[in-house]
């Protein structure tokens, strides 16, 4: 079955710094990733989708990337801000169309930036 | 425009009791699925609705249970409640039942059995 990992559980960085969070899937490629950011006590919040033959997608200080072949989605923000800090979910689907239910979510990496 | 709301926000019951939780989607939203997330599972898929229909459900017993109305709304039910039921559960909404709308998730309801 199709595995999702996100490398680190909590991530610490300094204000002004680019953090870089990782997202690594087994077996086959999905037809594209999605990203979410959760506040403790809050539901995720939809951030940015990249699609498989996609390499790159940005938003404002957003950027992710896909690389098929590492089978790894990296997700950046630069000049990080304290406000920043959150939980970051990568979620990834299976196929196009049809249910939600065929999204596969990653357990999430804390980021905590400092001032 | 008003996003998901879910009630209740905070729940504690006994293991044996049964609950229900509701969420109401965004106006204009069909599609409302439920998820369970816990700190060692993650965020895991229990069922999806639209038009009132079950569309797809995850690997949860039978004692996980939903429903939606006319007006999309939803309620998810849970009987027997066991201590490992103590979670987070999210609602979420999207326009319509395709995999690429976006969804917009509630608050949640931190359900704690005692």
């Known amino acids: 079955s199709q595995k999702i990992e996100q490398n680190s559980e909590a991530l610490n960085i300094q204000e002004g710094k680019t953090a870089t969070l990782t997202c690594n899937y087994t077996?086959?490629?999905?037809?594209?990733l999605q990203w979410y950011r959760q506040d403790p006590g809050r539901g995720p919040v939809f951030l940015l989708l990249?699609?498989?033959?996609?390499k790159e997608k940005r938003k404002e200080r957003l950027k992710v990337t896909f690389d098929t072949t590492l089978k790894q989605s990296l997700f950046h923000i630069t000049a990080s801000q304290p406000a920043d800090s959150a939980t970051y979910l990568c979620?990834?689907?299976?196929?196009?169309?049809?249910?939600?239910?065929?999204?596969?979510f990653g357990k999430g990496t804390k980021l905590s930036v400092k001032p | 425009k008003a996003g998901v709301t879910q009630t209740p926000r905070y729940l504690i019951k006994t293991r044996g009791q049964q609950v229900t939780l509701s969420c109401s989607p965004i106006s204009g939203h069909r599609s409302v699925s439920w998820y369970q997330q816990t700190p060692g599972q993650g965020l895991q898929f229990l069922f999806e609705?639209?038009?009132?229909?079950?569309?797809n459900k995850g690997n949860f017993p039978g004692r996980f249970s939903g429903r939606q109305f006319s007006n999309s709304r939803s309620e998810m039910n849970v009987s027997t409640l066991e201590l490992g039921d103590s979670a987070l559960y999210l609602c979420?909404?999207?326009?319509?039942?395709?995999?690429?709308?976006?969804?917009?998730f509630g608050p949640g309801t931190r359900l704690t059995v005692l």
């Open positions: 990249i699609r498989e033959n996609e």
């Open positions: 609705y639209f038009s009132e229909t079950q569309r």
């Open positions: 979620a990834l689907r299976r196929g196009y169309g049809g249910s939600q239910g065929n999204l596969i």
């Open positions: 979420a909404s999207s326009l319509d039942w395709d995999s690429t709308d976006t969804q917009y």
């Open positions: 077996n086959y490629s999905p037809a594209y």
